[in-house]
């Protein structure tokens, strides 16, 4: 298909799309949306992985360290077959190309995660950026990255308003939280225990520490009954730092801020130029 025929096959789907994600922004709950408009909703986070503009200098970079490569290795680039630096209208081309070839692979990988709704509360507020989906993984998978759409642990994010953000978890990760409030419960129950048989020691310690326990507990437990019953997960101010700190990182040129704030924009690139550059990767 020529590109005029893709971009008005994903203008169409994105519109199909945004009655989901407006359904999903008026209701607030995962749960109210059927399972053809969820569908919707993976396809458009999948469009939106490749289909802007930090994508598209991605692949203008890849041809141009290609280049390099190529010529490093005592190599004319014009004389190898099917390469060709690429210019604003060929990159544009092979992102809609590779787009229309990956798009089911894409859309499986993502139909795979839990989906979340996550809300912040009514003093903060959610970035969003010209390349609005953002990739988070706590896992180390060295030597391997871990920002690949099938990586274990993988998180995905896209902010739908400027109070509300779409989530897409690895199965993974409900597991490992899972096993970390068993964990916890065990470790207050054991605390509970001592202070009962040690009645001769300073119970303040314990009750810190059963307290501290407590609240990790309930953290989970608001976690998991949110995440069943569809409902949004209220993000603290390090979860909202967090999450807008990735918009600025996956960002290309522009970071979109509701309240004007950008002061932790400023932070992060005082601290490493390298963001003003947004994300990308190296051919090597």
């Known amino acids: 298909p020529n590109e005029e025929n893709l971009e008005k096959q994903f203008s169409k789907m994105e519109r199909g799309a945004h009655r989901a994600i407006k359904k999903l922004v008026s209701l607030e709950r995962i749960n109210a949306l059927s399972s053809s408009e969820i569908e919707w909703v993976q396809l458009f986070v999948a469009i939106q992985q490749l289909r802007t503009k930090q994508f598209r200098n991605i692949l203008k970079k890849v041809s141009l360290d290609a280049e390099v490569q190529i010529k490093n290795r005592g190599f004319d680039p014009a004389k190898v077959k099917g390469f060709e ?16 070839r990956h798009i089911k692979k894409y859309i499986k990988l993502i139909s795979v995660k839990n989906i979340l709704l996550f809300k912040a509360p009514k003093a903060d507020q959610f970035f969003i950026s010209d390349h609005p989906i ?7 998978l060295s030597p391997f990255g871990n920002l690949g759409l099938a990586s274990q642990g993988i998180q995905i994010y896209l902010p739908i308003r ?4 779409l989530g897409f978890f690895c199965t993974s990760i409900a597991e490992e939280f899972n096993t970390h409030q068993t964990k916890t419960k065990g470790i207050r129950d054991d605390l509970i225990k001592a202070r009962v048989e040690n009645s001769t020691i300073d119970s303040g310690k314990y009750r ?12 989970f437990n608001d976690f998991f009954v949110s995440a069943i019953n569809g409902k949004p997960i209220i993000c603290d101010s390090e979860n909202i730092r967090m999450l807008n700190s990735l918009q600025v990182v996956f960002s290309g040129r ?8 950008f002061d932790l924009v400023k932070e992060m690139i005082e601290k490493n130029s390298k963001f003003k550059q947004g994300h990308g990767f190296v051919v090597g």
């Not at 400027?162 to 953000?165: E, K, S, Y």
């Open 85 to 100: 630096i690429l210019d604003d209208d060929s990159a544009k081309e092979q992102a809609l190309v590779f787009l229309a």
């Open 134 to 140: 953002t990739l988070h993984n706590e896992n180390d």
């Open 162 to 165: 400027f109070d509300l953000t």
């Open 208 to 219: 810190i520490a059963i307290e501290q326990a407590d609240k990790i507990i309930s953290k």
């Open 254 to 261: 522009f970071v979109f801020s509701r309240e004007n704030n």
